[in-house]
């Protein structure tokens, strides 16, 4: 978020620099970046003539700084190369034209490259940076970092959600931002006038499978089978049972590291980077691990493993194999 906002200032100040590099997991807000950055040039140029956009894989590297170092009409072009290989093995020699160009871009070209991830370590990093300006565009870490998106998200649709709504629509809908996004246009226009309600978000939002699979955990940590196995039933309507076990060893696992990180001294501010986890996946992580004793998280991952093998060597229907395996989970 904090990127879009750069961006916005850069355009707004006319002090977008010549050569970017923007790349992350959170190919949402890359997206509303360009959307921006491609609205003002079409401010000046309404037929989108300024506007280039190549492959990085399909155009080499002479050829997008000859387009590079080539004046528009207009006096300003935008060149957008997407799906770049350049941090693959490999490359060497081929990305020299960039190297030459980068020490003296062409000043009324805004040259962008898009990637999903990069290797800061190479060469065309370490020269983009130098030249430019690197942006990573990554999902919302803290909790009130998503909370500061959802404000501003409802602020731009002119709605309102109480607190507590705004927690069950960040827990219920998952954490992946376009959905999000399409999930509060969807509900703006259902409430039209009125603020959006708990109700209308169980209502009209597909539950994320996630959200569900942490209420499974709940309703196992309360010791009530009926509740965990219709959530997990809940979550095979929309996962392959296979798939499903995955993402409860996955958790327990989770819980193990953080039972042991509690056992260490450690606080929940250490635990995105010691079990490789997002921070608000963390949080909900941390104040799970002292719902069950490390006893039985270390039997339940021994039966996911169990049943695991189960499934695989066709020793029974999948999906009661794990309604099984929920059950022990409660009684034990």
Same mark, same amino acid.
């Given at each position: ?5 750069? !961006?916005?200032?850069?355009? &707004? ?5 010549? !050569?970017?590099?923007?790349? %992350? ?13 491609? =609205?003002?040039?079409? &401010?000046?140029? /309404?037929? %989108?003539?300024?506007? *280039?956009?190549? =492959? ?5 590297? *002479?050829? #997008?700084?000859? #387009? ?10 935008? #060149? ?41 370590? $190479? ?24 909370? &500061? ?49 708990? @109700? ?9 499978? *996630?959200?569900?699979?942490?209420? +499974? ?9 009926? !509740? ?10 929309? *996962?392959?049972?296979?798939?499903? +076990?995955?993402? +409860? =060893? $996955? ?5 193990? %590291? ?10 929940? @501010? @250490? ?7 997002? /921070?608000? @996946? ?17 039997? &339940? ?24 395996? #929920? ?6």
């Amino acid at each position: 978020m904090l990127e879009l906002d750069q !961006v916005r200032q850069a355009i &707004a100040n006319n002090q977008v620099p010549p !050569v970017n590099l923007w790349f %992350g997991e959170e190919r949402f807000f890359t997206q509303e970046a360009l959307h921006l950055l491609k =609205s003002s040039y079409l &401010a000046q140029d /309404p037929s %989108g003539s300024s506007i *280039e956009i190549l =492959s990085g894989k399909g155009s080499n590297p *002479e050829q #997008i700084v000859e #387009i590079a170092n080539t004046v528009s009409f207009f006096g300003g072009k935008l #060149i957008i190369v997407e799906d770049i290989p350049y941090f693959q093995d490999g490359q060497g020699d081929t990305l020299e034209p960039f190297f030459g160009y980068f020490e003296n871009p062409n000043p009324e070209v805004c040259l962008v490259f898009l990637a999903q991830s990069v290797n800061r370590g $190479r060469k065309f990093y370490k020269a983009i940076e130098k030249a430019g300006a690197v942006l990573e565009f990554g999902s919302p870490k803290r909790v009130q970092d998503w909370v &500061a998106w959802l404000d501003r998200e409802l602020a731009s649709r002119n709605k309102t959600m109480k607190p507590q709504v705004k927690s069950l629509f960040l827990e219920w809908g998952g954490h992946q931002v376009g959905i999000l996004s399409q999930e509060l246009d969807k509900l703006a226009l259902y409430v039209q006038g009125r603020e959006i309600r708990a @109700e209308d978000v169980q209502g009209l939002v597909p539950q994320a499978v *996630e959200a569900t699979v942490f209420e +499974l955990l709940d309703a196992v940590a309360a010791r009530s089978t009926k !509740v965990a196995v219709q959530k997990l039933q809940q979550v095979l309507r929309q *996962e392959h049972p296979l798939k499903v +076990l995955t993402m +409860l =060893s $996955r958790q327990v696992r989770l819980l193990l %590291g953080a039972r042991a990180m509690r056992k260490q001294g450690r606080g929940v @501010e @250490e635990a995105p980077r010691l079990l490789g986890i997002k /921070p608000f @996946e963390a949080q909900k992580i941390w104040q799970k691990s002292n719902q069950l004793t490390w006893e039985q998280l270390a039997w &339940a991952l021994q039966e996911c493993l169990e049943t695991d093998v189960a499934i695989k060597t066709g020793r029974g229907d999948p999906e009661f194999l794990l309604e099984l395996m #929920i059950t022990k989970f409660c009684e034990r």
